[in-house]
């Protein structure tokens, strides 16, 4: 029997990395959101679309913040080893650890998915009821650790800021049933994230989806 050999090349991925949130100080974390969301977008009833897009806008962009703000700093990876251009260079740093692993595991996404055209079925004609508390058990629900989606925010950080994040979720949703609108973002994803749809994680423009 004669064994052909088949080899595809499999280029690295340039995503950037995920962070560990294993190691954020979650007390001082709710509290550095709750003061960025009570100075730049306070929770109140959204009455427009304009409203609503600005709101999802600022609340992914204020979590985004914070996360960037947030401690990870915890050494548990050893220093690596890695060849760049030719030259062999040792990551240090948390980041450049999570750049070299990221890039070594994960190939880059396919350029043009094949994603099929789907018809949605028109929308229920009267506005269901729901409240705080089932936006909450919906969130109790979600995996933690889950892949990020386009917004970059984990799952860890809306089940870990419910407490911060569940005013503001709700007028959203409220919006979401009372204007008939859904968040640009989540009917246009990005390419790389369209790519992966079988396991499309959870994310605020998702939540906001059709």
């Known amino acids: ?14 995503s950037p990395p995920s962070k560990d949130f294993c190691q954020v100080d979650w007390q001082v974390f709710n509290v550095a959101l709750m003061e960025h969301l009570q ?55 948390n980041e450049d650890k999570a750049r070299a ?39 109790g629900k ?3 650790f889950k892949a990020l989606g386009p917004d970059r925010i984990p799952n860890i950080v809306l089940k870990q800021c419910t407490g911060v994040l569940s005013d503001h979720l709700y007028f959203i949703f409220a919006a979401v049933f009372e204007l008939d609108v859904y968040y640009a973002a989540s009917l246009n994803p990005p390419l790389w994230y369209c790519a992966s749809q079988a396991n499309w994680p959870t994310t605020l423009p998702r939540l906001t989806g059709p």
């Not at 064994?3 to 340039?14: D, N, W």
């Open 142 to 144: 979600l995996l933690p």
């Open 101 to 139: 692993l990221a890039e070594s595991f994960f190939p880059p996404p396919p350029s043009s998915p094949s994603i099929p055209h789907t018809a949605y079925p028109f929308p229920i004609s009267t506005s269901p009821s729901f409240s705080t508390e089932h936006i909450l058990a919906t969130i």
């Open 1 to 14: 029997m004669q064994l052909t050999e088949v080899e595809l090349p499999m280029p690295c991925t340039s």
């Open 39 to 93: 100075n730049e977008s306070p929770a109140v009833p959204i009455l427009t679309e304009l409203e609503f897009d600005s709101k999802v806008h600022d609340l992914i962009q204020i979590i985004q913040e914070v996360i960037a703000l947030a401690d990870f700093s915890c050494d548990r990876v050893l220093d690596l080893k890695t060849t760049l251009n030719g030259v062999l260079t040792v990551m240090s740093t």
